[in-house]
C-alpha cells in the first residue's frame, strides 16, 4: 500500500543536540494528520526531512510509496516554515516562476489565487505584502501541482480570525476532495480539533502519543451543577459508583458515559436535589496538550 | 532541467539588480576605453593611455578593446551577477520554496550555470557592440577610415570573451553557495580580483620566484594573457602576457569547470535550512 507519508526510525542530529529521534511517523490516504508539538519540539526538521532538504542522520522516509531523492516530489505540495518569495517579483509572477520548476501547467496560477483569495492583489510585488497575503501566497505555491499530499507548517501564521476561518474551510475542501493533508502546528490547537482526523504529538524529537482527536482526550465524563452538592455527591455515587464521582470547584465531575446524562438527572431531581447544569465534560486538546509534553519533559529529566 | 532553466531566465530578466549591472557595465567600459582615452588624445594631455594615440581607439582595434576589461573589472561585475543568481536564494531563503517544487538540486543548479552563461554572453555581445559604436563615431569624427576586424577575429574574440565573464561567474556561483549568502561572497571575490591579485603581480611576484610561478596557474593572470594575446593594452590592469593565449584559454576554462564542479558538490550534499 502507498501510504502517504511513511518514516522508519527516523533521526536527525545535528552536533550534539537530537532534533528528532527515532520517529515512525504513519499518515493514511485521504486523511488530515496534524502533528502537534511545541516550539523547537523537531516539526519542521521532520518536515524538511520529509522533503529531502535535510539529509536524516538515520531513517527512512518514502512519500506515496517512493523514496526520497529517486523521483521527482510528484504530487506533493508543500509549504516550510514561512513563506520565501522574490520580492522584485509580484504574487502572480513568483507563482508563474514555481510552475516553471513544477512542471505544472501555468493554468494553475489564477486558480490557486484564487482559492486562497490573493487573486485580487497579485499583480503587485511580494515585497509589498502584508504578513497574511505572503502566507496565503506560500499556500498557493504547495497547491500549484494539485497535490496528492499536501504539507503546511503552521500555515494559519499571520492570518487574521477570517483568514484562518478561510483555512480551515479550504483544508477540510482539500480533505473531503481526497487530498491527504499533513498539517504541522505548535498551537492553535482548537483548530486542529476542528480539522484533523489524527494527530501526532511531539516532544523534544519523539513521538509521544498518536490516534483521533477523541482518542486523545480520553475519558469523557457529565459535569452536574447541583443543589445541595453534597446531597447530589451522595446521591451520584450510590448511582454509579464512589470511584467514578469527585467533587472539584464546586461541581461534580462523574466518570460516566455522556448519554447517560437524562437517566442521571432524572435520578438525582427524583433524590430531591436541584439541577442547574448537566454537559459532557470534555479534556481539551489543549488539556491533553499540556499534560503529554510535561510527561516527556519529566521523563528526559 | 528545461523548466528550471526557463524560470532562472525569467528571474534574471525580471530583476533590476541584473539591468543596473549590465547598464554600469556598459558605462565603465565605454568611459575607459574610449571616453577618457579620447577626451585625453583630444586635449593633447599625456598619460599612461595616450601615448596609444588615436590607432589605438579606432574599429580594428575593437577586439582587443572590448576583451580588455574582462580580466579584472568587468569581470568583477559579472563574479557579482553570479553570486547574485546563487547567493539570493539563500539570502530570501527561497531554496526550499523552489526545491518543494520537485525539481532536483542539480537540475536548478544547472539552469542557474546555463542562466549565467546567457547572461555573460550578452554582457560580452553588448560591451563589443557599445565598443563598436564607440570606436565608429570616434572614427567619424576624426574622419578616419573604417576597418572592422575579419570575421574569425571577432568571433574569436566574442568566444575569448565569454570563456573569462563565465568563468568568473561560475566563481561567483562557487563563492555563493560555498558561503550561503549574498554579501560575503561578493566582499571576498572582489576583494581577490580587484586587491590581492594585483597585489600578488605588482609586489609579491617580483620579489619571490614561487609567487610568479603559481601566479601562471591562477585564474586572473591566465583571463589577462588570453586577452592580451587577442589584442587588449597591456595598460589595462589585469591585462598582461605571463602565458601564451592557448594555455590561457585552457586554464580559464579549466577554472570555469572547477568553480562549477566546486559549487554543485557543496550544493548536493548540504543541508537546505
Ligand atoms: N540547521 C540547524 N542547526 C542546528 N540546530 C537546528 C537546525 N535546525 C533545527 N535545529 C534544532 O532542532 C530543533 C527542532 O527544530 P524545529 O525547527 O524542527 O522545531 P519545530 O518543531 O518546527 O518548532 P516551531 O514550532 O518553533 O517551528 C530545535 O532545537 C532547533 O534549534
Ligand atoms: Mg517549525
Redesign the pocket.
Known amino acids: 500500500m502507498n501510504l502517504p507519508v511513511q518514516t522508519v526510525g527516523l533521526t536527525k542530529r ?1 552536533g550534539g ?1 537530537t ?1 528528532v529521534q527515532d520517529l515512525d511517523l504513519t499518515v493514511r490516504t485521504g486523511e488530515v494528520y496534524g502533528f502537534l ?1 511545541p ?7 521532520t518536515l524538511r526531512m520529509l522533503l529531502g532538504l535535510v539529509r536524516p542522520t538515520a531513517g527512512t522516509v518514502r512519500l506515496l510509496g517512493r523514496p526520497v531523492g529517486a523521483g521527482q516530489l510528484a504530487e506533493v505540495g508543500a509549504l516550510i ?1 514561512g513563506p520565501a518569495f522574490y520580492p522584485y517579483l509580484s504574487g502572480r509572477e513568483n507563482l508563474r516562476v514555481l510552475a516553471r520548476y513544477a512542471g505544472a501547467p501555468a493554468e494553475r496560477v489564477p486558480l490557486v489565487l484564487d482559492l486562497v483569495d490573493l487573486a485580487g492583489r497579485a499583480g503587485d510585488r511580494y515585497a509589498g505584502y502584508s504578513l497574511g497575503m505572503k502566507q496565503r501566497l506560500g499556500v498557493a505555491a504547495a497547491l500549484l501541482k494539485d497535490p496528492r499530499l499536501l504539507i503546511l507548517d503552521e500555515p494559519t501564521n499571520g492570518l487574521d480570525p477570517s483568514g484562518t476561518a478561510d483555512m480551515r474551510r479550504l483544508i477540510r475542501r482539500l480533505g473531503a476532495a481526497g487530498c491527504t493533508v499533513l498539517l504541522l502546528s ?1 498551537h492553535l490547537l482548537g483548530e486542529v480539533e476542528q480539522v484533523c482526523d489524527r494527530v501526532g504529538v511531539v516532544s523534544q524529537g519523539r513521538l509521544v502519543a498518536e490516534g483521533s482527536v477523541a482518542d486523545l482526550r480520553g475519558t469523557v465524563g457529565l459535569r452536574v451543577l447541583a443543589e445541595p452538592l453534597d446531597g447530589a455527591a451522595e446521591r451520584a455515587r450510590e448511582l454509579v459508583g464512589a470511584d467514578r464521582v469527585r467533587v472539584v470547584d464546586g461541581a461534580l465531575e462523574l466518570a460516566v458515559e455522556p448519554d447517560r446524562a437524562a437517566w442521571l438527572n432524572t435520578e438525582l431531581v427524583r433524590a430531591g436535589v436541584a439541577v442547574r447544569e448537566l454537559r459532557p465534560r470534555e479534556r481539551d486538546l489543549e488539556q491533553v496538550f499540556f499534560e503529554l509534553i510535561g510527561k516527556e519533559t519529566a521523563d528526559v529529566r | 532541467m528545461s523548466g528550471s532553466f526557463q524560470a532562472e531566465l525569467v528571474k534574471l530578466v525580471r530583476r533590476p539588480a541584473a539591468w543596473l549591472l549590465l547598464a554600469i557595465t556598459l558605462v565603465l567600459a565605454v568611459l575607459f576605453t574610449y571616453v577618457f582615452p579620447y577626451a585625453g588624445y583630444a586635449a593633447g594631455t599625456a598619460g599612461p593611455n595616450t601615448g596609444r594615440g588615436l590607432p589605438a581607439l579606432l574599429p580594428d582595434r575593437l577586439v582587443g578593446n572590448a576583451l580588455g576589461g574582462l580580466p579584472v573589472f568587468l569581470g568583477a561585475i559579472v563574479l557579482i551577477l553570479g553570486v547574485l543568481v546563487v547567493g539570493g536564494e539563500y539570502g530570501w531563503g527561497t531554496w526550499k520554496t523552489v526545491l518543494s517544487q520537485g525539481p532536483y538540486r542539480l537540475a536548478v543548479y544547472a539552469g542557474k550555470l546555463l542562466t549565467l552563461a546567457v547572461a555573460a554572453l550578452v554582457v560580452v555581445l553588448a560591451v563589443f557592440g557599445v565598443g563598436a559604436l564607440s570606436s565608429a563615431l570616434i572614427a567619424a569624427a576624426e574622419a578616419q577610415p573604417v576597418h572592422w576586424p575579419g570575421l574569425g577575429d571577432l568571433l574569436i574574440g566574442i568566444g575569448a570573451g565569454w570563456l573569462i565573464a563565465t568563468m568568473w561567474a561560475m566563481l561567483g556561483v562557487m563563492l555563493a553557495v560555498a558561503l550561503r549568502a549574498v554579501a560575503l561572497p561578493v566582499g571576498l571575490g572582489l576583494v581577490w580580483m580587484l586587491a590581492v591579485q594585483n597585489l600578488l603581480t605588482a609586489i609579491a611576484a617580483p620579489l619571490l620566484d614561487w609567487v610568479a610561478q603559481v601566479q601562471k596557474g591562477l585564474p586572473g593572470p591566465n583571463a589577462g594573457s588570453l586577452a592580451a594575446a587577442l589584442g587588449a593594452s597591456s595598460d589595462t590592469p589585469g591585462v598582461l602576457s605571463t602565458v601564451g593565449g592557448g594555455q590561457g584559454a585552457l586554464v580559464v576554462a579549466a577554472y570555469l569547470v572547477a568553480f562549477a564542479a566546486a559549487g554543485a558538490v557543496l550544493l548536493r550534499r548540504r ?1 537546505i ?1
Open positions: 545535528y543536540l532534533a508539538g516550539n523547537g519540539a523537531g516539526k519542521t526538521t516554515e505548535s | 543541508d535550512s
